[in-house]
């Protein structure tokens, strides 16, 4: 493995939070009608678009995420 130097973050990003989730050999047997319940709500909430809140916060993980000629839009 290559060890690189620290890494040093401003602090004028302000909440942001980055997590990974990696799940292998899923196979779901059971579904759950609250499960999906909840994400019909949440859906329904996120079609509606972003407050200016939730935007700005949104522009700050795409800033932080800039690096060279990547452009973090979603797409990635």
């Known amino acids: 493995m290559h060890e690189r130097g620290p890494i040093s973050i401003s602090n004028r990003l302000v909440n942001v939070a980055l997590g990974v989730v990696r799940a292998e050999n899923i196979a779901p047997t059971h579904t ?3 499960f999906d ?3 019909s ?5 996120r079609a509606r678009g972003l407050d200016d809140e939730q935007d700005a916060v949104r ?8 690096n060279g ?3 973090p839009t979603g797409r990635g």
């Open 32 to 34: 759950d009608d609250e």
């Open 37 to 39: 319940q909840e994400m």
């Open 41 to 45: 709500n949440v859906i329904s909430v």
């Open 59 to 66: 522009r700050a993980a795409r800033d932080m995420l800039r």
């Open 69 to 71: 000629r990547y452009k």
